[in-house]
């Protein structure tokens, strides 16, 4: 099979080795056109609509506006590539015919400067008359201006793979006045879309915001150099060229803005995030490593939800982050966000194993302490959500309470049980002291949670402790459940519904 498949590939290869000459081999324009219509949907950021990809093929390079007349008719540019791309009628993109073509035309021997044609394609559409002349105050419509969106949002992509010394002069020209440029609205638009909410006025992105987001290292040394630059300067987000690269986390982009002495690095964004809290929040270590090493960064500063650096790491899971926050000595390893939610709660709740090792670790750190809302312990959190490796960890703590209750008189085993999480209810019966036939308050016992919720299952275990009257009420307040459903869900236990088919039968 290996060498049937190996054999299979060699074949396709030379096919579409044979195709390609074929197409080098066309009379006139056909020859370039076609092998142009191949690069760009290769290596493009994303599929192109067929009009798109006809005004990208209508781009000179070094022409000051587009020629209309160098537009080809869509028939033409399928046509030239002798039936290796195709337009999808669904998504009207034009795509290749097979993933394996995708793969070979991939091959940096087949357009090894595919990037950099593609960047500067780009920008020198960007720097067009027709482009510079659009307001920056509302998006325009882009029926006579299709590739006026790609370019706009993937240029920077494509240069930052491989920027000659050409597409880095347009792109100087393109950002110095990228404030007032469509371009920056159009990307600005781009990024909103992944915030809650944004501002409808203030300032857009600049040339050096443009370079920090896509880490931009040649660009941005040279932009830092110009006369009157804001390095400090706040978007719409507010948003600082710093905070961008350590979001994004570009290390080259951090390093060359904190050399900078007028760089202030614990500045905060509308929503109170300064660029260590963003950097710890996707987990960029080397960005971290970075601030940490400034003296006027503070590294336990709390956005507006009260929530730090190192709670957004212990959130998302980030071991690295954590470890490097908690070697400092001004971090608090137990401060809780605005909702009393502490790093080793949210790490419990997300089931990071090795971010609640860490915190265990800590002689500061209270396994115990619950939150503001309905007083859930971090083993609550963690048993609700099945958790199995975290509620390991915390019951080999003499100091966690297996049974220890919220505001709404739940237990951690309670919660197992409503949610069917057999295995954590295992574990918390193993510890002895973990009661599952006691109604706490108006609550039902954990066996009658699982019963409502049809979890067979997990009232497995707790049935074989023998310590729990299936007929007792879940509160004094409360009717005792009917006899008769209790004894049949005890008949479920002891005798398993036979199945037919993968389906459970019903008796009648």
């Not at 006579?144 to 880095?168: C, N, Q, T, V």
């Not at 660009?219 to 979001?247: H, K, S, Y």
């Not at 308050?441 to 409502?452: G, N, R, T």
Request: charged residues 25%.
């Amino acid at each position: 099979m290996l060498q049937k498949v190996a054999t299979m590939g060699v074949n396709l290869d030379c096919v579409y080795a044979q195709t390609l000459q074929r197409i080098r081999d066309q009379k006139g324009s056909r020859s370039r056109l076609g092998m142009e219509v191949l690069m760009w949907v290769s290596h493009a950021e994303r599929p192109l609509r067929i009009d798109e990809l006809c005004h990208a093929l209508a781009v000179e390079i070094g022409s000051t506006d587009l020629d209309t007349e160098n537009i080809s008719p869509q028939d033409t540019v399928l046509g030239s590539c002798l039936g290796l791309a195709v337009a999808d009628k669904e998504t009207s993109t034009v795509r290749l015919i097979h993933y394996t073509l995708q793969e070979y035309l991939s091959q940096p021997s087949v357009f090894p400067d595919a990037h950099r044609t593609l960047g500067q394609t780009c920008l020198a559409y960007l720097n067009y008359d027709q482009v510079k002349g659009l307001q920056a105050r509302y998006i325009p419509s882009l029926a006579d201006m299709p590739f006026l969106e790609y370019a706009s949002l993937h240029w920077g992509r494509h240069a930052k793979i491989e920027l000659s010394d050409y597409a880095k002069s347009l792109a100087l020209e393109l950002l110095s006045r990228y404030e007032r440029h469509i371009s920056s609205l159009l990307l600005f638009n781009e990024i909103r879309n992944s915030f809650y909410t944004v501002p409808s006025h203030g300032r857009l992105f600049t040339g050096l915001h443009y370079a920090s987001y896509f880490g931009m290292d040649e660009i941005m040394a040279a932009l830092v150099e110009i006369e009157g630059c804001d390095i400090n300067q706040g978007d719409r987000l507010g948003f600082t060229p710093l905070m961008w690269a350590a979001r994004q986390g570009s290390q080259g982009a951090v390093t060359i803005l904190l050399t900078r002495e007028d760089t202030d690095p614990d500045t905060v964004c509308n929503r109170g995030r300064t660029p260590l809290w963003w950097a710890s929040s996707n987990g960029h270590e080397g960005v971290v490593r970075l601030l940490l090493t400034r003296n006027d960064v503070n590294p336990d500063k709390p956005n507006n939800g009260g929530i730090t650096p190192l709670w957004t790491a212990s959130s998302n899971g980030h071991e690295g982050v954590v470890r490097l926050l908690l070697a400092r000595n001004d971090v608090n390893p137990d401060k809780p966000d605005n909702y009393g939610q502490t790093p080793l709660w949210v790490a419990s709740s997300g089931g990071h194993e090795g971010v609640v090792k860490l915190l265990l670790a800590r002689g500061d750190v209270n396994p115990e302490k619950p939150n503001n809302n309905i007083g859930a312990t971090p083993l609550s959190a963690a048993s609700s959500n099945g958790r199995e490796g975290v509620v390991r960890l915390l019951l080999a703590r003499n100091d966690v309470n297996p049974d220890k209750p919220d505001n709404y008189g739940e237990t951690p085993l309670r919660r197992a049980a409503r949610w069917g999480h057999e295995r954590v209810v295992k574990l918390l019966l193993a510890r002895g002291n973990a009661n599952p036939g006691e109604p706490v308050d108006d609550s039902p016992i954990p066996l009658q949670c699982a019963s409502s919720n049809r979890h067979e299952p997990v009232m497995k275990p707790a049935v074989a402790r023998g310590d729990i009257t299936l007929d007792q009420p879940a509160s004094r307040d409360q009717t005792p459940p009917r006899t008769s459903s209790l004894r049949k869900r005890r008949q479920i236990i002891a005798e398993p519904v036979p199945r037919l088919s993968g389906k459970r039968t019903r008796k009648k």
